[in-house]
């Protein structure tokens, strides 16, 4: 990797993953702007949301087939042009089909960020990988927590939601430019053979991983995409309970390699499964400011899904290559993109029952609200019981596990 700058790269990267991740914050903190401004029903808003959620699988499977071929740097070329074309086609919206279209250029961006930077990273720090993966994967929750803020901040001094949109634009373009100005690695340490990762995929554990991610994914993103209109009338204020959770979240994974080399990455995973379960049923039940301790419990609970499962994949199906790691993520964001709208009628539904019982309008949100979180408990609890299971036979796939810095040739 002559004359490729790793740090200026992972940093660059961090600063796409900012982005990324303040297009899912700021888009929870305008979600009562756009219904009120557009006249959505919350259905409406779960189809709007479920787009971002949608482009971003579909540009992994396409970045991931493709990454071999083309390289991290063009697919980095693909997430600039989309982010800036879906976040000025949304400040330029004008109802339900603008945004939709808008929001699905946000996702393929977003996908294209992940395709582009999981495999560099992961082949540009072999001798620890997942501990990587979790640091580059702080700067999720980190947007997430700078995008809430933002987005509290500038809904109380009564800023619209084009500003906060624009506002976005900003670290785009300083990624965009960081990245243009480096050259990339070549990939030395991943399976860079597309047929034989085709041929990976057929791995029943693969399979079984794919299934467990469309769950942890919904875990995470489910109640944070959902945390304004859940908690609006909560007693807590959503969007700090979003920057707290998040905040948890970045510090958790910034801190992750001890966890993961202690506990190995399956015992993180059914840790993590465990503690949302409990998370998600005790904010459902939980009352003013006992939701803040709910939300602690879950950002501890969902901090380590995503980087480690992308790490698993790396280490114990390495044959997948840069195609199995973007196909783990994009079916956890399709899974996210197919629950979004089912959310939203959840709401819709709830609180219809919740009027017709009497509740007033503030009241009928709030038991809608918690009606919601009950049902989102099933998806973490679901995963425990899978992550369970693959937990019994881990000293078998510990054997299947690729040494760290070490390709997937030289272990065969």
Known sequence: MKNVNKNQLFVAACISLVVTSMTFAIRAGIL??????????????????????????????????????????????????????????????????????????????????EAACNPMIADMFTKNRTAMLNRFHVWFPGGIV???????????????????????????????YMFFKQQFPESEHIETDTTKNIKGLADPLFIFIMICMTLTAISEFGPQQWVERILGNSGASPMLVLAMVTGIMAI????AGPIVHRLNPIGVLVMSALITTAAVYSMSVAEGSMIYFAAILFALGVCYFWPTMIGFTSEYLPKTGA?????????????????????????????????????????????????TL???????????ILFSILFLFRKKLEERRVPQGHTAEEVV
Request: net charge neutral; glycine share 14%.
């Open 32 to 113: 009562t702007q756009l219904g009120e401004e557009f006249m959505l029903s919350n259905q409406q808003l779960g189809w709007i949301n479920s787009m971002g959620f949608f482009g971003f699988p579909i540009a992994m499977i396409f970045g991931g087939l493709l990454y071999n071929k083309i390289g991290a740097r063009k697919l980095m070329v693909t997430a600039f042009v989309c982010h800036m074309l879906g976040l000025v086609l949304t400040i330029m919206a004008g109802g339900f089909w603008t945004l939709i279209i808008s929001t699905f250029f946000i996702g393929f961006a977003n996908g294209s960020v």
């Open 374 to 384: 009950g049902k989102m408990m099933f998806f973490p609890l679901a995963v425990l």
């Open 146 to 176: 700078i995008g809430s803020l933002i987005s509290k901040f500038m809904t109380d001094f009564g800023m619209g939601w084009q500003v906060q949109i624009a506002v976005m634009l900003i670290p785009t373009l300083i990624y965009g």
């Open 252 to 255: 958790g994974r910034y801190f």
């Open 323 to 371: 195609l199995g790691m973007s196909l783990v993520g994009g079916a956890g964001m399709f899974s996210t993109a197919i629950w979004q709208p089912v959310i939203g009628g959840w709401l819709d539904s709830a609180k219809e029952t919740a009027v017709a019982s009497g509740l007033t309008d503030q009241i009928a949100e709030l038991a809608a609200g918690k009606a």
